[in-house]
Protein backbone atom coordinates (compact mmCIF):
# COMPACT_ATOMS: atom_id res chain seq x y z
CA UNK A 1 0.00 0.00 0.00
CA UNK A 2 2.92 2.11 -0.14
CA UNK A 3 2.99 4.95 -2.44
CA UNK A 4 5.97 7.33 -3.79
CA UNK A 5 5.38 10.77 -2.06
CA UNK A 6 4.55 13.30 -4.07
CA UNK A 7 6.42 15.61 -5.24
CA UNK A 8 6.64 19.00 -3.78
CA UNK A 9 5.01 21.88 -5.59
CA UNK A 10 7.68 24.04 -7.19
CA UNK A 11 9.86 26.31 -4.76
CA UNK A 12 7.98 24.55 -1.76
CA UNK A 13 9.63 24.60 1.30
CA UNK A 14 9.40 21.92 4.19
CA UNK A 15 7.54 23.53 7.15
CA UNK A 16 7.62 19.97 9.47
CA UNK A 17 10.65 17.52 8.70
CA UNK A 18 10.09 14.46 11.01
CA UNK A 19 12.72 11.98 10.62
CA UNK A 20 12.93 8.60 12.85
CA UNK A 21 10.91 10.34 15.14
CA UNK A 22 9.88 7.92 18.48
CA UNK A 23 6.89 9.93 20.69
CA UNK A 24 4.72 8.97 23.71
CA UNK A 25 1.55 9.96 25.46
CA UNK A 26 2.06 9.03 29.01
CA UNK A 27 2.62 5.47 29.14
CA UNK A 28 1.46 4.88 25.39
CA UNK A 29 4.01 5.34 22.15
CA UNK A 30 2.09 6.77 19.48
CA UNK A 31 5.39 7.04 17.29
CA UNK A 32 7.98 4.34 16.68
CA UNK A 33 9.76 5.17 13.45
CA UNK A 34 7.85 8.60 12.17
CA UNK A 35 9.47 10.19 8.85
CA UNK A 36 7.08 12.90 7.08
CA UNK A 37 8.10 16.16 4.93
CA UNK A 38 5.13 18.41 4.93
CA UNK A 39 5.62 21.64 2.03
CA UNK A 40 4.36 24.98 1.87
CA UNK A 41 2.18 25.39 -0.86
CA UNK A 42 0.97 22.06 -1.18
CA UNK A 43 -2.35 21.41 0.29
CA UNK A 44 -2.44 17.99 2.78
CA UNK A 45 -4.72 15.78 3.74
CA UNK A 46 -3.82 13.33 7.22
CA UNK A 47 -6.19 10.49 6.70
CA UNK A 48 -6.39 7.79 9.06
CA UNK A 49 -9.12 5.65 11.92
CA UNK A 50 -9.65 7.28 15.13
CA UNK A 51 -6.88 6.06 17.06
CA UNK A 52 -4.24 5.95 13.84
CA UNK A 53 -1.65 9.18 15.30
CA UNK A 54 -3.61 12.08 13.50
CA UNK A 55 -4.01 14.30 16.42
CA UNK A 56 -0.90 13.60 17.83
CA UNK A 57 0.97 14.48 14.95
CA UNK A 58 -0.87 18.17 15.07
CA UNK A 59 0.65 18.07 18.39
CA UNK A 60 4.27 18.24 17.70
CA UNK A 61 3.55 20.42 15.01
CA UNK A 62 1.86 22.95 17.52
CA UNK A 63 4.30 21.72 20.36
CA UNK A 64 2.30 20.38 22.34
CA UNK A 65 4.05 16.60 21.97
CA UNK A 66 8.06 16.51 22.45
CA UNK A 67 9.71 13.76 20.41
CA UNK A 68 12.36 11.32 22.38
CA UNK A 69 15.88 12.96 21.76
CA UNK A 70 18.02 9.90 19.96
CA UNK A 71 20.55 9.79 17.57
CA UNK A 72 19.05 9.55 14.38
CA UNK A 73 16.45 11.42 14.86
CA UNK A 74 15.13 14.88 14.19
CA UNK A 75 12.08 17.07 14.11
CA UNK A 76 12.70 20.90 12.10
CA UNK A 77 9.86 23.30 11.68
CA UNK A 78 9.87 25.88 9.06
CA UNK A 79 13.62 24.72 8.76
CA UNK A 80 14.67 24.85 12.73
CA UNK A 81 15.04 22.37 15.18
CA UNK A 82 14.91 25.16 17.86
CA UNK A 83 11.30 26.87 17.88
CA UNK A 84 10.36 30.08 19.41
CA UNK A 85 6.70 29.38 20.52
CA UNK A 86 5.51 32.97 19.79
CA UNK A 87 7.15 32.79 16.33
CA UNK A 88 4.93 30.07 15.61
CA UNK A 89 1.79 31.41 16.61
CA UNK A 90 2.24 34.28 14.18
CA UNK A 91 3.14 31.24 11.14
CA UNK A 92 0.80 28.77 11.97
CA UNK A 93 -3.15 28.93 13.03
CA UNK A 94 -5.13 25.56 14.55
CA UNK A 95 -8.25 24.86 14.16
CA UNK A 96 -9.17 22.04 17.09
CA UNK A 97 -11.79 20.33 18.98
CA UNK A 98 -9.60 20.47 22.03
CA UNK A 99 -9.35 24.43 21.69
CA UNK A 100 -12.96 24.60 21.22
CA UNK A 101 -13.31 22.48 24.24
CA UNK A 102 -11.32 25.13 26.44
CA UNK A 103 -12.93 27.85 26.18
CA UNK A 104 -15.64 28.50 29.09
CA UNK A 105 -19.13 29.35 28.03
CA UNK A 106 -19.20 33.39 29.13
CA UNK A 107 -16.64 33.77 27.32
CA UNK A 108 -17.67 37.11 24.73
CA UNK A 109 -17.28 35.71 21.60
CA UNK A 110 -15.35 38.60 20.28
CA UNK A 111 -12.72 37.39 22.95
CA UNK A 112 -11.97 33.99 21.43
CA UNK A 113 -11.41 35.49 18.10
CA UNK A 114 -8.82 38.20 20.20
CA UNK A 115 -7.17 35.05 22.66
CA UNK A 116 -5.54 33.94 19.05
CA UNK A 117 -3.11 37.13 19.41
CA UNK A 118 -1.98 35.93 23.09
CA UNK A 119 -2.17 32.31 22.24
CA UNK A 120 -4.40 31.93 25.22
CA UNK A 121 -7.50 30.50 25.99
CA UNK A 122 -9.78 33.56 26.96
CA UNK A 123 -8.66 37.01 27.80
CA UNK A 124 -7.05 37.81 31.47
CA UNK A 125 -6.73 40.77 32.95
CA UNK A 126 -3.11 41.31 32.16
CA UNK A 127 -3.84 41.03 28.32
CA UNK A 128 -4.94 44.33 27.41
CA UNK A 129 -5.56 44.20 23.44
CA UNK A 130 -4.46 47.69 21.44
CA UNK A 131 -6.88 49.04 18.26
CA UNK A 132 -5.28 47.42 15.59
CA UNK A 133 -5.97 43.63 17.58
CA UNK A 134 -9.71 44.78 17.94
CA UNK A 135 -10.19 46.25 14.31
CA UNK A 136 -8.62 42.57 13.18
CA UNK A 137 -11.32 40.71 15.23
CA UNK A 138 -13.54 42.96 13.79
CA UNK A 139 -13.26 42.63 10.24
CA UNK A 140 -12.60 38.69 10.61
CA UNK A 141 -15.62 38.52 12.27
CA UNK A 142 -17.29 40.33 9.18
CA UNK A 143 -15.55 38.02 6.75
CA UNK A 144 -17.06 34.83 8.70
CA UNK A 145 -20.69 36.10 8.83
CA UNK A 146 -19.75 36.37 13.01
CA UNK A 147 -19.98 40.34 13.01
CA UNK A 148 -23.27 40.26 14.87
CA UNK A 149 -22.37 37.47 17.49
CA UNK A 150 -19.61 40.04 19.17
CA UNK A 151 -20.69 40.06 22.69
CA UNK A 152 -22.73 36.79 22.77
CA UNK A 153 -21.37 34.21 25.39
CA UNK A 154 -19.46 31.44 24.04
CA UNK A 155 -21.52 28.70 25.38
CA UNK A 156 -25.20 29.99 23.29
CA UNK A 157 -23.61 29.22 20.34
CA UNK A 158 -23.80 26.78 17.76
CA UNK A 159 -21.20 23.97 17.04
CA UNK A 160 -20.56 25.56 13.25
CA UNK A 161 -20.37 29.34 15.22
CA UNK A 162 -17.84 28.52 17.47
CA UNK A 163 -15.74 26.85 14.61
CA UNK A 164 -15.79 29.90 13.15
CA UNK A 165 -14.86 31.31 15.84
CA UNK A 166 -11.99 29.81 16.21
CA UNK A 167 -11.04 29.43 12.33
CA UNK A 168 -10.95 33.77 12.89
CA UNK A 169 -8.78 33.24 15.93
CA UNK A 170 -6.21 31.29 13.90
CA UNK A 171 -6.26 33.51 11.02
CA UNK A 172 -5.25 36.82 12.98
CA UNK A 173 -2.03 37.06 12.62
CA UNK A 174 -2.47 36.00 8.71
CA UNK A 175 -0.59 32.56 8.99
CA UNK A 176 1.20 31.26 6.36
CA UNK A 177 0.08 27.20 7.32
CA UNK A 178 -3.26 26.26 8.65
CA UNK A 179 -3.83 23.49 10.60
CA UNK A 180 -7.44 22.17 10.64
CA UNK A 181 -7.82 18.86 13.21
CA UNK A 182 -11.16 17.36 12.36
CA UNK A 183 -12.56 20.42 11.50
CA UNK A 184 -16.21 19.25 10.39
CA UNK A 185 -16.69 17.02 13.76
CA UNK A 186 -20.12 17.73 15.16
CA UNK A 187 -21.71 20.20 12.12
CA UNK A 188 -24.96 19.51 10.23
CA UNK A 189 -24.41 20.05 6.80
CA UNK A 190 -25.41 23.36 6.27
CA UNK A 191 -22.38 24.40 8.99
CA UNK A 192 -20.06 21.99 7.39
CA UNK A 193 -20.66 23.36 3.97
CA UNK A 194 -20.41 26.76 4.51
CA UNK A 195 -17.24 25.89 6.65
CA UNK A 196 -15.67 24.30 3.72
CA UNK A 197 -16.65 26.98 1.33
CA UNK A 198 -14.57 29.40 3.33
CA UNK A 199 -11.53 27.35 3.62
CA UNK A 200 -11.40 26.62 0.00
CA UNK A 201 -11.26 30.63 -0.37
CA UNK A 202 -8.31 30.48 1.48
CA UNK A 203 -6.74 27.58 -0.04
CA UNK A 204 -7.17 30.20 -3.24
CA UNK A 205 -5.95 32.69 -1.29
CA UNK A 206 -2.61 30.99 -0.83
CA UNK A 207 -3.24 30.10 2.98
CA UNK A 208 -1.50 26.33 3.50
CA UNK A 209 -3.86 23.67 4.24
CA UNK A 210 -3.06 21.22 6.61
CA UNK A 211 -6.27 19.02 6.79
CA UNK A 212 -6.50 16.46 9.46
CA UNK A 213 -9.47 14.16 9.07
CA UNK A 214 -10.89 10.60 9.36
CA UNK A 215 -14.14 11.89 7.53
CA UNK A 216 -13.43 11.88 3.25
CA UNK A 217 -16.04 14.47 3.39
CA UNK A 218 -14.27 16.96 4.87
CA UNK A 219 -11.50 16.85 1.75
CA UNK A 220 -11.41 19.70 -0.14
CA UNK A 221 -10.88 19.54 -4.46
CA UNK A 222 -7.84 21.84 -3.35
CA UNK A 223 -6.23 19.15 -1.58
CA UNK A 224 -3.16 17.18 -3.84
CA UNK A 225 -1.46 15.26 -1.38
CA UNK A 226 -3.04 12.79 0.87
CA UNK A 227 -0.99 11.27 4.01
CA UNK A 228 -2.44 7.80 5.25
CA UNK A 229 -1.93 7.32 8.75
CA UNK A 230 -2.49 3.83 10.66
CA UNK A 231 -1.56 2.88 13.95
CA UNK A 232 1.80 5.47 14.03
CA UNK A 233 2.46 4.81 10.89
CA UNK A 234 2.55 6.55 7.30
CA UNK A 235 1.10 3.66 5.30
CA UNK A 236 0.67 6.04 1.86
CA UNK A 237 1.62 9.29 0.69
CA UNK A 238 0.66 10.39 -2.50
CA UNK A 239 -1.39 12.34 -5.02
CA UNK A 240 -4.28 12.22 -3.22
CA UNK A 241 -6.37 11.09 -6.36
CA UNK A 242 -4.29 8.42 -6.49
CA UNK A 243 -5.04 7.51 -2.55
CA UNK A 244 -8.75 8.69 -2.69
CA UNK A 245 -9.49 5.63 -4.19
CA UNK A 246 -11.49 2.11 -3.40
CA UNK A 247 -8.81 -0.15 -2.70
CA UNK A 248 -5.90 1.88 -0.58
CA UNK A 249 -9.10 3.38 1.62
CA UNK A 250 -10.69 -0.06 2.05
CA UNK A 251 -6.81 -1.13 3.11
CA UNK A 252 -6.90 1.79 5.54
CA UNK A 253 -10.17 1.65 7.18
CA UNK A 254 -10.19 -2.00 6.98
CA UNK A 255 -13.42 -2.60 5.52
CA UNK A 256 -14.74 -2.63 2.39
CA UNK A 257 -15.50 0.93 0.77
CA UNK A 258 -16.35 2.12 -2.73
CA UNK A 259 -15.57 5.90 -3.40
CA UNK A 260 -18.30 8.20 -5.06
CA UNK A 261 -17.36 11.65 -6.57
CA UNK A 262 -18.71 14.30 -7.78
CA UNK A 263 -17.78 18.27 -7.73
CA UNK A 264 -14.74 17.77 -6.53
CA UNK A 265 -15.57 16.08 -3.45
CA UNK A 266 -15.99 12.61 -2.22
CA UNK A 267 -18.07 10.18 -0.58
CA UNK A 268 -17.60 6.75 0.70
CA UNK A 269 -20.48 4.02 0.87
CA UNK A 270 -20.19 0.29 2.03
CA UNK A 271 -18.85 -1.67 -1.09
CA UNK A 272 -20.97 -4.88 -0.43
Not at 90 to 108: E, H, M, N
Not at 142 to 152: H, K, P, S
Request: hydrophobic content about 45%; overall charge positive.
Amino acid sequence: MIEAPAPPAAGATPYLELQAVEAWLGPRRVFEDLSLQLHRGEHTVVLGPNGSGKSSLVKLLSRELYPVVRPGSRLRIFGSETVNLWQLRGRIGLVSQDLQAGYGGQVPAADVVLSGFFGSVGIGRSQVANAAQRQRVAELMAQLALADLAERPYGQLSDGQRRRLLLARALVHGPEVLVLDEPTNGLDLKAKHQLLAILRDLAGAGTTLLLVTHQIEAILPEISRCVLLREGKVVGDGPAAQLLQDAPLSALFATPLRVCEANGYRQVLPAR
